[in-house]
């Protein structure tokens, strides 16, 4: 069994009401698209959306797939201070068994074809000694803290190719597979030997900042024109 579990907190800080806004003109946002995308996954069998927003219970209650399942998450797992450490501690007790398939409304350029395809991979990587996936994006150019590089050695060529600068991998938050077992052992969303899904720059996008939500914005209505 897959379980995808859709976190939508109550009072976003940095982009408010990020969940459930009108986004590219479309009523019920990124929640709406979101819900739309992994409607669209044949390899879903239950979609979970926990929060404690009442508008974002309602839209959920109202959504057309009978897959779609409602946790109306305790406020002090709500907060503005709770840690995702927190939430991964609690997915156990709202499921149970199976592979839990952790998203966000926040990556708006996910299709339910791209869900499908995780999810395949996730099966295939555990064929081949994984125990968990997560997406990510690849980094692979001139990556310095605030004083010197980290992704190159200076000491072999200062400005090396960036073909060959070994790559970095940058956690995107489109996806995140796991087995239940994995949440109650390790305490976390992942296992000790996740597989890097890559995934292309477009699909990696995630809201985080007003100004992503604008850009994502524009991405999306370039997209539906087409």
């Known amino acids: 069994m897959i379980v995808a579990f859709l976190p939508c907190r109550l009072g976003s800080q940095r982009v408010p009401d990020k969940n459930i806004r009108s986004f590219a003109g479309i009523e019920g946002g990124l929640l709406k698209i979101k819900l739309d995308q992994l409607s669209n996954s044949k390899r879903i069998d239950k979609i979970v959306v926990s929060s404690n927003d009442p508008r974002v219970i309602d839209f959920a209650y109202k959504y057309r797939d009978s897959r779609v399942t409602i946790d109306e998450r305790p406020d002090y797992l709500g907060r503005s201070s709770t840690t995702t450490d927190e939430l991964i501690n609690y997915v156990p007790s709202i499921i149970s068994e199976g592979h839990v398939l952790w998203t966000h409304v926040t990556s708006p350029f ?81 296992g000790e030997n996740p597989f890097l899904l890559e995934q292309e720059k477009s699909k990696s996008i995630d809201i985080d900042w007003p100004e992503d939500f604008e850009l994502a914005e524009k991405l999306f209505n370039v997209y539906k024109s087409f």
Do not use: H
């Open 110 to 190: 996910l299709s339910g074809n791209d869900y499908n395809r995780i999810i395949e991979r996730y099966f295939e990587a555990l064929s081949c000694g994984y125990d968990s996936l997560m997406t990510v994006l690849r980094i692979q150019g001139f990556i310095w803290n605030k004083k010197e590089p980290i992704s190159y050695s200076c000491n072999e060529l200062k400005w090396p190719m960036t073909q060959n600068i070994s790559p970095l991998f940058e956690v995107n938050s489109g996806a995140f597979v796991s087995s239940i077992n994995n949440y109650k052992k390790f305490n976390d969303r992942i």
